[in-house]
């Protein structure tokens, strides 16, 4: 029975090796670097221009020096979540942002972009209402 048992382990070892090897690859880039799991959703700005601007591989950390800090940006806002973000325009442009979240009692999500270097409104806000069917998105004019 060793005889059997021992040849089969090894095969499936070698055989779940080569499965994780693929689905590894499958993450990769084309520069062979793994992609990160985490969305890095990039948000729309319309024919908005900011200040910051940035090209499309920026990394933030390496520019988050130049923004105003998230003190600065929240202020007048009650929101409960800030954070630096990228930014498209129409033009194909890219901004760093600061992307402000309110949640809200109706479990309600109202986004908030706002220009790094001024703290300026880029867009009108945006609310993200849970429905039954997932989430659905329309804006809002609450404090335009």
């Not at 591989?57 to 003190?71: F, G, L, P």
């Not at 007048?76 to 979240?101: C, H, P, R, T």
């Not at 806000?125 to 809002?140: L, M, N, Q, R």
């Amino acid at each position: 029975m060793n005889k059997i048992l021992i040849p089969t382990l090894l095969l499936s070892m070698i055989a779940v090796v080569m499965v994780f090897g693929s689905v590894t690859s499958a993450f990769a880039d084309s520069d062979g670097e793994a992609k990160s799991h985490k969305r890095h959703w990039v948000m729309p700005i319309g024919d908005s221009v900011g200040t910051i601007e940035i090209s499309e591989d920026t990394h933030i950390d390496d520019v988050k020096d130049k923004a105003i800090s998230q003190e600065q940006a929240t202020q007048g806002y009650d929101v409960d979540k800030a954070k630096l973000k990228k930014a498209i325009n129409n033009s194909g442009q890219y901004f760093l942002v600061w992307k402000l979240v309110d949640y809200t009692e109706s479990n309600t999500k109202i986004y908030y972009v706002l220009d790094a270097g001024t703290g300026e409104q880029l867009t009108e806000p945006i609310t993200k209402e849970k429905g039954s069917c997932g989430d659905k998105k329309s804006y809002s004019e609450k404090n335009a």
